[in-house]
């Protein structure tokens, strides 16, 4: 079942009652989106078996699609925005993607390096099938603007063969811990800082580290290409 949409609409009514009735009869359907724009499907959208969005593709993206559908080739995409609902709650978070493979994280850490922030997590792949995971790394800060939510950072796609167990790392310095300033510095000031790991937003482990002045000159000696502001000493 394919939709072609050049723009947001509920799927609803007139639009969306064929689309229903199919998944009444046959709830393991496939709905696949060509659209430029994401689609509110409003409860459709949970009552299909599986859904691709596939975007407004080129003139080889048929054979790509059967290619995911079939199996030969395990998909890696990862949604750009959240999926909200009408009334404002994210349906698919920032960064929600499935593929063939089941990745469980675990065994995360935090800690002090000799002049950045090392942050480790494990993966292991449950499936059968090899297959690519995207890690997502997200900061909280002491800065007003990051303090509430917190803020994506920098990410790593990993490559896991069926079965495989890696140890993934992330080495954070100046330009993923500290913030452009309205004078075009990067700021970093002392305080504690929340270090999250995961596959999406909603699926985030997070450990504490607390950055002191002394730690923070460390990283602007070790940066200093950069344009560093310590804020606080």
């Known amino acids: ?21 199919l998944v009444h009869v046959n709830p393991r359907l496939a709905l696949i989106e060509s659209t430029r724009l994401p689609l509110d499907l409003g409860d459709l959208a949970t009552r299909v078996g599986a859904r691709l969005l596939a975007w407004s593709g080129s003139d080889a ?21 959240a999926l909200e ?7 698919l978070p920032f960064g929600h993607g499935l593929g063939y493979a089941r990745v469980a994280y675990s065994e995360m850490d935090v800690e002090l390096g000799a002049d950045r922030v090392i942050a480790q ?3 292991r792949n449950l499936g059968e099938d090899d297959c690519v995971e995207t ?6 800060g002491p800065s007003p603007r990051i303090a509430a939510n917190s803020e994506l950072r920098c990410f790593q796609r990993v490559e896991l063969a069926a079965g495989e167990t890696q140890r993934v790392q992330f080495e954070l310095g100046l330009e993923e811990l500290g913030e452009i300033g309205p004078d ?35 990283i602007a000696g070790f940066s200093r290409g950069a344009r560093l502001r310590a804020i606080g000493f």
């Open 135 to 140: 890690v997502l790394l997200y900061l909280r």
């Open 121 to 123: 997590i494990t993966l």
């Open 184 to 218: 075009g510095r990067v700021a970093l000031e002392p305080g504690s800082y929340e270090i999250l790991l995961g596959r999406d937003a909603a699926h985030l482990s997070g450990r504490e580290v607390d950055l002191q002045a002394s730690m923070i000159r460390t």
């Open 61 to 81: 993206s048929d054979d790509a699609l059967a290619e995911v559908l079939t199996g030969q080739v395990n998909p890696t995409g990862r949604l750009p925005l």
């Open 85 to 91: 609902t009408a009334d404002r709650t994210a349906s």
């Open 1 to 21: 079942m394919r939709t072609d949409r050049e723009q947001s609409g509920a799927a609803s009514g007139s639009r969306g009652g064929g689309a229903a009735a």
